[in-house]
């Protein structure tokens, strides 16, 4: 099937993660984005959403954590994206959503949520994406997914980590053709199913988040060193 256009976050400097020439999207994908709270998800999802508004007939973005005036105080931030019609209508719905996210899924459209909390039964996170996915025809959803920490012991004295799945484990990304965890000043591609020119799957870039939470730049490849 044909493959659909979907442009990916990029530095306000001109420096990209490089998504935009390798990651191939096709109707019904799922992506997930995982990682702790505060460290990157939101910024990218709505840089996301921005950058899509015209590719997609209908754009809808689900969140719990914002309230509606939060929400636009951090849209206002995004002075590059156009969020309205002419007629000054939204170009996107957004909508306080804390659970049956499918209910409201566009088919054709771009679904953002942001983000999955399956509350107290994290086994479930497999099954609510699967119910999202059964709803999606032409169109895609990207799912936000919060990552725990775990307290390890180090030479250096107790450190707070990442856990090494997003909440769900390895359920909760198994329906993804893309997953990309952002930590703490750095993006992992976890998994990528479908991509052409070079592979994505375990790249890593670091970056800088500016301008209120709107915008990355100082995009880098790491390259681990291999001693």
Not at 37 to 49: A, I
Not at 53 to 79: G, K, Q, V
Not at 177 to 188: A, D, K, M, P
Not at 198 to 219: A, T
Request: hydrophobic share 35%; glycine share 10%; proline share 4%.
């Amino acid at each position: 099937s044909k493959t659909l256009k979907v442009l990916y976050p990029f530095g306000e400097d001109g420096t990209v993660f490089g998504f935009d020439e390798h990651v191939l999207s096709y109707p019904g994908n799922i992506q997930i984005v995982g990682g702790r709270t505060n460290q990157g998800k939101t910024c990218w999802l709505l840089n996301m959403l921005a950058l899509n508004l015209d590719n997609f007939p209908e754009c809808i973005y689900m969140t719990n954590e914002m309230e509606a005036e939060e929400f636009a105080n951090r849209l206002s931030y995004f002075d590059w994206a156009q969020w309205t019609k002419p007629d000054g209508s939204p170009r996107f719905k957004a909508i306080k959503r804390y659970e049956n996210w499918w209910d409201i899924i566009a088919p054709d459209g771009l679904n953002i949520i942001d983000y999955l909390d399956p509350g107290e039964s994290a086994y479930m996170v497999g099954p609510y994406i699967d119910k999202i996915k059964r709803k999606l025809q032409k169109g895609i959803a990207i799912i936000a997914l919060q990552k725990g920490s775990i307290t390890v012991k180090t030479k250096q004295g107790l450190e707070h980590r990442a856990t090494e799945y997003a909440v769900g484990g390895q359920f909760g990304e198994h329906r993804a053709r893309l997953v990309v965890y952002i930590e703490e000043g750095y993006l992992l591609v976890k998994k990528c199913k479908s991509w052409e020119g070079h592979n994505p799957n375990g790249r890593k870039y670091k970056f800088n988040i500016i301008n209120h939470g709107s915008r990355f730049s100082g995009i880098q490849e790491i390259f681990d060193d291999v001693t």
